[in-house]
């Protein structure tokens, strides 16, 4: 079991940026590639970006490529997702989620945290 608790969203103006965090705990965080998805009112849920267990590889949704990015810190068992150049299209509940198979993480990762709400005004 591995429990995930997102922090770091709240209320900013577009242009501007956000970083957030997700810890880990439970089973070995390094065996698991971690991401991010996010859910806005009244949308289906969407992948946003995955990093691989060694922090190697990453990928990103086309929306967010080039103003999102995905890092971890292992010894910390934290992912983090900085987010540059946000948009009003932003706004959403951003959900951590955790998959031991990075190839499959897009499809449907196995842990999911609570989420934290990221809201952009224009």
């Known amino acids: 079991q591995v429990q995930l608790v997102e922090s770091g969203g709240g209320l900013v103006q577009a242009g501007g940026s956000l970083r957030l965090s997700c810890a880990a705990s439970?089973?070995?965080?390094?065996?698991?590639?971690m991401g991010w998805f996010r859910q806005a009112p009244g949308k289906e849920r969407e992948f946003v970006a995955v990093?691989?267990?060694?922090?190697?590889?990453?990928y990103y949704a086309d929306s967010v490529k080039g103003r999102f990015t995905i890092s971890r810190d292992n010894a910390k068992s934290t992912v983090y997702l900085q987010m540059n150049s946000l948009k009003p299209e932003d706004t959403a509940l951003y959900y951590c989620?955790?998959?031991?198979?990075?190839?499959?993480?897009?499809?449907?990762?196995?842990?999911w945290g609570q989420g934290t709400q990221v809201t952009v005004s224009s």
């Open positions: 439970g089973r070995t965080f390094g065996n698991y590639a």
């Open positions: 989620a955790a998959d031991p198979s990075y190839a499959s993480f897009i499809l449907s990762p196995t842990y």
């Open positions: 990093i691989s267990w060694s922090g190697t590889n990453t």
